[in-house]
């Protein structure tokens, strides 16, 4: 069993006691460096991405091997969002961006990776098949390296919720990781679902890794006219004309929006620099409120809390934070 590694208390904890003698959850990277080639959902470009292992406290960070020089780095953080209209795109003082992070970051989340170089030779993380199943197998072929410090985590101090009419954002405290998710579609193929995952023992390659993105066929054609979504297919999205599913094989779960809703705000949370130990309420909440909910956290102080977790905490809390069965039930939400 990996996973603890003794070390000194480190300074954001000095105050604290830790209960286990020292043994602490470890940080992660890759064991090995690994490349996917893959379609740019807006361009249509071919990519190549190649996940690099990386040092303890690196923390996640795209690099464009298009471009020369220091201006090629783009850290994976929440105050680095500079677009969340059709994807969450990163982007950094010079002007670089990466866009469609979302779902390898809620892969990197899933397979608790905490440091990792994600190099891509243009502007947009290949879409792959709309989810994080390929990013997940990739994480899985390279293989995972413990490292030598302890897991940093964001331990949710007091609920913090972003409103914009109907749709909400809400992180609250809580021992684990759990989520909650709620849509609602004035369209028949989707109309009402809800989520709710708590995530102590299962798995998010289980329960959300495969579940695609979405999108309407009128949208696609306007998308495209305005040069966008170049690259969108029915191989890469489900795709919805009427009230009725294009793909050919229907959809991989019967609540499969949902549950990809669910991808996006778990990719979209890693971008707090650390898993996060509390509860998260979407509802019918996007990439912009899952970014302006970070925003609000990060500014007030007493809403949350550095920590690290013991290994004796490792089984109960966020350690293993995707380890939990999916409940999809609207009572969840109630
Ligand atoms: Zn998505």
């Known amino acids: 069993?990996?996973?603890?590694?003794k070390i000194q208390k480190p300074e954001f904890l000095k105050d604290r006691s830790i209960p286990t003698g020292g043994m602490f959850v470890a940080q992660r990277t890759l064991k090995s460096k690994i490349s996917c080639k893959g379609v740019a959902l807006h361009s249509g470009d071919k990519v190549v991405m190649t996940l690099k292992p990386a040092a303890c406290g690196a923390g996640i960070v795209f690099r464009r091997t298009d471009i020369a020089g220091g201006g090629a780095f783009i850290p994976a953080s929440w105050d680095r969002v500079v677009d969340t209209r059709m994807c969450t795109v990163l982007g950094n003082e010079d002007g670089v961006t990466v866009g469609t992070v979302e779902h390898l970051m809620a892969a990197l989340a899933g397979c608790r990776i905490d440091n990792a170089l994600i190099e891509i030779n243009g502007p947009e993380v290949?879409?792959?098949d709309g989810s994080s199943a390929p990013f997940v197998f990739l994480v899985e072929c390279a293989g995972v390296?413990?490292?030598d410090e302890p897991r940093r985590f964001i331990r949710i101090e007091k609920p913090i919720s972003i409103r914009d009419g109907f749709r909400t954002a809400t992180?609250?405290?809580a021992d684990g990781f759990s989520l909650s998710f709620e849509i609602d579609f004035d369209n028949q193929a989707i109309s009402h679902q809800t989520i709710s995952l708590g995530?102590?023992?299962g798995s998010f390659k289980k329960e959300?890794?495969?579940a695609r993105t979405f999108g309407f066929l009128h949208d696609a054609e306007k998308l495209r006219a305005a040069g966008l979504a170049r690259g969108g297919s029915l191989d890469n999205a489900i795709i919805i004309s009427g009230g009725r599913i294009l793909n050919e094989g229907g959809l991989r779960f019967d609540d499969e929006?949902?549950?990809h809703k669910a991808l996006d705000a778990v990719g979209d949370l890693y971008l707090a620099g650390a898993p996060v130990i509390g509860r998260f309420d979407g509802i019918c909440s996007g990439h912009d409120a899952n970014n302006k909910v970070l925003q609000a956290l990060f500014a007030d102080p007493g809403a949350w809390s550095y920590d690290v977790l013991g290994s004796d905490e490792a089984d109960v809390t966020a350690a293993d934070a995707w380890s939990g069965e999916a409940v999809p039930s609207a009572a969840a939400l109630a």
Do not use: C, D, N, Y
Not at 1 to 5: I, L, S
């Open 1 to 5: 069993m990996g996973g603890e590694t």
């Open 126 to 128: 290949p879409i792959m």
């Open 171 to 173: 992180l609250s405290p």
């Open 208 to 210: 959300l890794a495969r």
């Open 145 to 147: 390296q413990e490292q």
């Open 257 to 259: 929006f949902v549950r």
């Open 199 to 201: 995530l102590a023992k």
